[in-house]
Nanobody
Framework: QVQLVESGGGLVQAGGSLRLSCAAS????????MGWFRQAPGKEREFVAAISWSEGSTYYANSVKGRFTISKDNANNRVYLQMNSLKPEDTAVYYC?????????????????????WGQGTQVTVSS
C-alpha cells in the first residue's frame, strides 16, 4: 500500500501562485508514476499533470500547460505542483495519485483508471 497526503492548497487571487505538495509513504518502491487531478463542483474529475518516477517524464493538460509545473523529489518521496498565473477556473479540489503499473506513458497517464492510490485532496480557490 501507498499512502498519499496533499498539502499547500488555499485561497489566492487570480494571477497568483500556489505550490501543492504530495507526500508518499508505505510501499513507495512500487510506484511507477504520480499525477495530479482536480475536481470542481458539479464537474467530473480531470487530469492536470503527471510525472514518471524514474525517468521524470512529464505530462500536462492543455489547460495548464505553461502555467503549472510538476516535479518530484525521489529522496523524500514527494511530488510537487507549482501553479502560476492562476485563474478562477482553476478552482477545485486537487488530488494526488500514484500508480504501481509499469505502463506509465503516453495517453494512459491522463486516465484516473491508471492510478490505484489517491490522496484525500486539498482545496484550491482562486478569486477573481
Amino acid at each position: 500500500q501507498v499512502q498519499l497526503v496533499e498539502s499547500g492548497g488555499g485561497l489566492v487571487q487570480a494571477g497568483g501562485s500556489l505550490r501543492l505538495s504530495c507526500a508518499a509513504s508505505g510501499r513507495t518502491f512500487t510506484t511507477y508514476g504520480m499525477g495530479w487531478f482536480r475536481q470542481a463542483p458539479g464537474k467530473e474529475r480531470e487530469f492536470v499533470a503527471a510525472i514518471s518516477w524514474s525517468e521524470g517524464s512529464t505530462y500536462y493538460a492543455n489547460s495548464v500547460k505553461g502555467r503549472f509545473t510538476i516535479s518530484k523529489d525521489n529522496a523524500n518521496n514527494r511530488v510537487y505542483l507549482q501553479m502560476n498565473s492562476l485563474k478562477p477556473e482553476d478552482t477545485a479540489v486537487y488530488y494526488c495519485a500514484a500508480t504501481s503499473s509499469p505502463r506509465f506513458y503516453g495517453s494512459v497517464v491522463r486516465s484516473g483508471l491508471r492510478y490505484n492510490y489517491w490522496g484525500q485532496g486539498t482545496q484550491v480557490t482562486v478569486s477573481s
